[in-house]
C-alpha cells in the first residue's frame, strides 16, 4: 500500500453495518422495519457516495463489551428471549426474532469497531448503519424499539480501551434517550446535550436530569428554527465548555416533518445545518472524532435523503 493511499483511507469516513441487521423483523407494518437500512443504502449508492466510504462489516459485541453499561443478568435474560421461531415480546413496542439476537449484538459491535477505527486513524469518522437502535434501552431494561445501548457500549469502550476523559454525546433524536441518560446520568467523563418532543415518549428528561445531562424539550409544531437556536443557545456553549476528546452522535432523523410517528417539523436542511455543527465541533475539540450511530427515522425517503446527506457533510 502507497503512502497516498493509506492517507487516503484514513481520510476516509467508515460505513458499518451488517446483513444480520436487516434480519431483525418485529413484524409486519412496524415502523422500526428492515428496509430502513435497505433505503439508505440504495440512496447512497444512487448518489455515488456509497463508494466514496470505507466499508466494514460490524463485528459481535462481546459480553465484556456489553457489561461495561448492561447488568450480567440482563445480558443473560436477552440471550435466553431469543426465540427459536416467531416473535417474542421484551415490551408491547420491541420483539425478537430468531435473528434479533445476533442484529443486536453487531449494533453494538459496530460502534465498537467505529470507535477503534476512528480512534486508531484508520478512519476520519464513522456512520453505523445499524438496528435495532438503542438509546432508550437502559442497563437493565430493553424498550423503545432498542434492546442493548449501542452508542453508551461505544461510549464506555472509548473511556476504557483508550483512556479518555471527556466523550459527548449529541442526541438528535425526536425521542428523549432515556436510556443513555440512566446509563451515563452524573458521569463526569460524559456530556449528553439532546433536543426532543415533550410531552411525548419515553415522558421524561424534563422535571429533573443530571448536571451532565443539557435536555432541551421542543413543542410539538416546533421547526427547524426552533431546533437550530436551541443547539447555538444551549449545546454549543455545553460542548464548548466540557471539550469533549471525542463526539458520537444519536442520529434519529424522526423529527422530520415528513415523519408521521412525531410531530416536530424539521426539514432537510436542518440536518445538515446540524451535522456542520457537530463537525466543526469536533474538528476544534476533539481530533475530527466523531462516531454517529443510527437511531429513528421512519419515513423511508427522508430517512434515505437525510442520512446520505448528513454522511456527506461527515465526508466533506
Known amino acids: 500500500m502507497t503512502t497516498k493511499t493509506a492517507a487516503a483511507i484514513a ?116 456512520f453505523c448503519a445499524v438496528r435495532p437502535p438503542g438509546h432508550h434501552a437502559e442497563s437493565a431494561r430493553a424498550m423503545g424499539f432498542c434492546i442493548f445501548n449501542n452508542i453508551a457500549v461505544g461510549v464506555a469502550h472509548a473511556l476504557e480501551q483508550y483512556g479518555l476523559q471527556r466523550a459527548a454525546i449529541l442526541d438528535f433524536d425526536v425521542h428523549h434517550g432515556n436510556g443513555t441518560e440512566e446509563i451515563f446520568g452524573s458521569d463526569e467523563h460524559v456530556l449528553l446535550c439532546s433536543t426532543f418532543q415533550h410531552p411525548f ?15 432541551v424539550p421542543l413543542a410539538a409544531g416546533s421547526d427547524g428554527s426552533v431546533f437550530r437556536q436551541a443547539v447555538l443557545d444551549l449545546w454549543l456553549p455545553a460542548v464548548g465548555t466540557f471539550r469533549p476528546e471525542i463526539i458520537f452522535i444519536s442520529a434519529g ?13 424539521l426539514n432537510d436542511a436542518d440536518y445538515v445545518w446540524i451535522t456542520q ?38 465526508c466533506n
Open 11 to 126: 481520510d476516509a469516513t467508515a460505513y458499518i453495518t451488517h446483513i444480520d441487521c436487516l434480519k431483525h423483523d418485529m413484524g409486519s407494518y412496524h415502523p422500526e422495519c428492515p428496509q430502513r437500512l435497505s433505503t439508505i443504502a440504495e440512496q447512497l449508492e444512487a448518489t455515488g457516495l456509497l463508494a466514496q466510504l470505507q466499508y466494514h462489516d460490524a463485528p459481535l459485541a462481546t459480553t465484556e463489551q456489553l457489561a461495561r453499561v448492561h447488568a450480567p443478568g440482563y445480558i443473560t435474560a436477552i440471550q435466553n428471549a431469543s426465540p427459536q421461531s416467531g416473535l417474542h415480546y421484551l415490551d408491547p413496542d420491541t420483539t425478537m426474532n430468531p435473528h434479533t439476537l445476533n442484529a443486536a449484538l453487531r449494533a453494538a459491535g459496530a460502534v465498537v469497531l467505529a470507535v477503534d477505527l476512528v480512534m486508531t486513524q484508520q478512519a476520519a469518522n464513522a
Open 201 to 215: 415518549y419515553p415522558n421524561c428528561g424534563v422535571e429533573s436530569h443530571p448536571r451532565n445531562c443539557i435536555n
Open 253 to 265: 432523523f424522526d423529527a422530520h416533518r415528513e415523519d408521521e410517528m412525531a410531530q416536530l417539523i
Open 277 to 314: 455543527q457537530i463537525k466543526t465541533l469536533a474538528e476544534k475539540y476533539a481530533q475530527g472524532r466523531i462516531v454517529s450511530v443510527l437511531e429513528g427515522g421512519y419515513a423511508l425517503k427522508a430517512l434515505g435523503r437525510c442520512v446520505t446527506q448528513h454522511i456527506k457533510v461527515l
